[in-house]
């Protein structure tokens, strides 16, 4: 980030936009430079660049990697090895990210002032919405807002989430009173490391201030929805309490109840009857805004793999009011913002800023590869800027902390360009196929865990012929569904009749052993976070998978190089599918899951 300002108000925040996005390709220059010159003493650039320090140098010797190669950096330093082997600075934390190799969480560096970056990508984002929405320091802002369990690493080093981090840091929690993030969650709430408690509270808080809530929302919309349905569970508690004037006795955490002790001060029984009639009706259609009618937006993630949730965020919000997705981020650097918040999510285009980190781009075909996976060719690595509008390609970053060109994994398409900085539009995570929360499990991830399930049906003399997966988000939380067909090994049986003589013990024993292997992040949202539900296998009637590949092929699949899709999305396929399950099971208890690494 050139210059140390991190607040801008209204037009100040504007101007810096401009400037941003205009000087472009300068900032970008500069950022590297800057990188470089602090970092060029590090074992990781020295061994690439050898001591030079220039731009072209850094472009023809440093490789391209992924988290295999900066893994045995990061245990290093996990394992009390000096910073100072990739990074020029201290660092200070891990942040813990939702991706995952072999299982574990990726860990990613991260230096004191990088708290500075995020802090001023959020100080941009509220002048953006206020050109589109007047009016939003009038009231409030009902932000649901959760921290996650954190590790400390062998030598003292914190590794958690890049929001926990942030919300625990003193740039949240000291934060200047701001009238535009006047959130109704107290800090003290959002800190609270038990998740149903601080779910609890900060509902009560929004409903408490129900009248004069303007926006409402979480990080991402999988998270609100979540929130929504725990509403719908605990509605008459929440009125109770406002009732009563008195918090819930099942919410034990004691910096919880001291900071709703200030808000439950007297008993509200209008509050608490109007709360009762409007979730008493039957239909919770635009629930959202009959409980906060003050509210001009929704506000999450609903790009990626987040966009399964519009639906049921337009029921829930009556469709009238706009879903804003205002950011893109990761744990290895905030990215971007949007400078059309009142689009549809379908439609968002993030502008990617050019003084967070330094940005690459590999080229994508249109079957979003580029080419040999593993090593890619130079030529194929273009800057920020000279992105061209339509095309598809893979962000690459370069960070103060201490990645030098690693694949982030996120697919963008370049839909135009606001000044000199190009706008994208999230496509995808390269290679994941189920997702519900912030688990992301990919082909590979899922092949590993049906073969776990495979030995074990063999040891019965079953085997699975076929099998595909969906992500179900029509309940929440949603939950994996695998679609399988199996047959019984002995040749005097047909296949088909396995589904019937078939004991549930086995399949829901199936059921277990897969999530058991599924990666870290998952069995955290299942176990933990209960933002993913128990893993659900359907038994398909005989020749289903067959039917499958006519109905693809008649759609336009090839014949020759059909394959059968190891995830299907909501359509003809999925309903093909879901028109011969001959039976569904269950897991019937939580995977093993611990914070430690
Ligand atoms: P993490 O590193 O766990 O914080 O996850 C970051 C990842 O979440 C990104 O690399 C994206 O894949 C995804 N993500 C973050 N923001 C967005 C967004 N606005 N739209 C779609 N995906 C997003």
Redesign the pocket.
């Known amino acids: 980030m050139d210059g140390k300002k991190l607040e801008f108000k209204g037009e100040e925040a504007l101007r810096e936009l401009e400037r941003l996005t205009t000087n472009a390709r300068e900032l970008q220059e500069a950022i590297l430079r800057d990188i470089i010159s602090r970092n060029k003493e590090t074992e990781y650039l020295r061994k690439y660049m050898m001591g030079a320090e220039d731009i072209s140098k850094f472009k023809s010797m440093v490789p391209i990697v992924t988290y295999e190669h900066v893994q045995p950096y990061i245990e290093r330093i996990s394992n009390g090895e000096d910073s100072s082997i990739i990074s020029g600075h201290p660092i200070v934390e891990m942040l813990r ?3 995952t190799t072999r299982g574990k969480p990726r860990l ?1 560096p991260s230096i004191a002032e990088d708290l500075d970056r995020r802090t001023y990508m959020y100080n941009l984002l509220m002048p953006i919405m206020s050109k589109y929405m007047p009016g939003l320091d009038k009231g409030k802002v009902m932000h649901l807002l959760f921290i996650k369990a954190e590790t400390i690493l062998p030598y003292g080093m914190p590794a958690r ?2 929001l926990t981090s942030y919300y625990k840091s003193d740039h949240f929690r000291c934060r200047e009173p701001d009238p535009f993030n006047n959130l109704t969650s107290p800090n003290e709430v959002i800190l609270c490391p038990d998740s149903r408690q601080s779910m609890y509270c900060q509902l009560l808080s929004g409903l408490i201030h129900r009248h004069s809530v303007l926006r409402l929302g979480a990080v991402f919309a999988s998270a609100l929805l979540r929130s929504i349905t725990f509403l719908e569970q605990n509605w008459r508690e929440l009125a109770n309490d406002i009732r009563l004037g008195q918090l819930n006795p099942s919410i034990t955490d004691q910096a919880c109840r001291a900071a709703m002790s200030h808000m439950l001060v007297s008993p509200n029984l209008t509050i608490a009857d109007e709360i009762e009639s409007i979730c008493n009706k039957a239909s919770w259609r635009g629930i959202l805004v009959h409980l906060w009618p003050k509210v001009k937006c929704i506000e999450a ?1 609903l ?4 966009a399964q949730y519009i639906p049921m965020l337009e029921f829930y919000s009556g469709g009238g009011i706009p879903l804003v ?1 205002t ?6 650097s905030y990215f971007g913002v949007n400078l059309n918040p009142l689009c549809h999510p379908n439609d968002v285009s ?1 502008t990617l800023l050019p003084n967070m980190a330094y940005l690459e781009f590999i080229e994508l075909d249109n079957g979003l590869r580029c080419g040999n996976e593993e090593e890619v060719q130079k030529e194929k690595v273009i800057g920020l800027v000279d992105v061209k509008v339509g095309k598809y390609y893979e962000i690459v970053v370069t960070t103060f902390a201490g990645l030098y060109r690693y694949r ?3 697919v963008l398409q370049v839909t135009g360009f606001y000044n000199n900085a190009p706008q994208f539009k ?1 496509i995808c ?1 390269r290679n994941v196929i189920l997702s519900i929360d ?1 688990d992301k499990t990919n082909e590979e991830d899922l092949h590993k865990s049906i073969t776990v399930a495979k030995e074990i049906l063999e040891k019965q003399n079953y085997l699975i012929t076929e099998y595909t997966s969906y992500a179900d988000s029509s309940s929440v939380p949603g939950h994996y569904v695998l679609f399988w067909e199996i047959k019984l090994m002995s040749e005097k049986l047909e296949s088909g009749k396995a589904q019937s003589l078939v004991h549930p013990e086995l399949i829901e024993g199936c059921c277990i052993a897969i999530e058991e292997s599924l990666d870290y992040v998952y069995r955290r949202c299942r176990t933990n976070d209960r933002s993913v539900g128990p893993l659900e296998i359907r038994l398909l009637e005989y020749g289903t998978f067959e039917a499958l590949m006519d109905l693809l092929i008649s759609q336009g699949s090839s014949i020759n190089q059909y394959k059968t899709p190891r995830c299907v999305e909501p359509g003809p396929a999925l309903d093909l599918l879901n028109s011969k399950v001959m039976g569904s099971f269950f897991s019937p208890k939580d995977p093993t899951w611990n914070a430690g690494l």
């Open positions: 990210s939702s991706g990613m989430s890049v993630v790009t990626g793999t987040m997705c950011m893109y981020a990761s744990s290895e993030y982030v994994g996120d999230f995570r912030l």
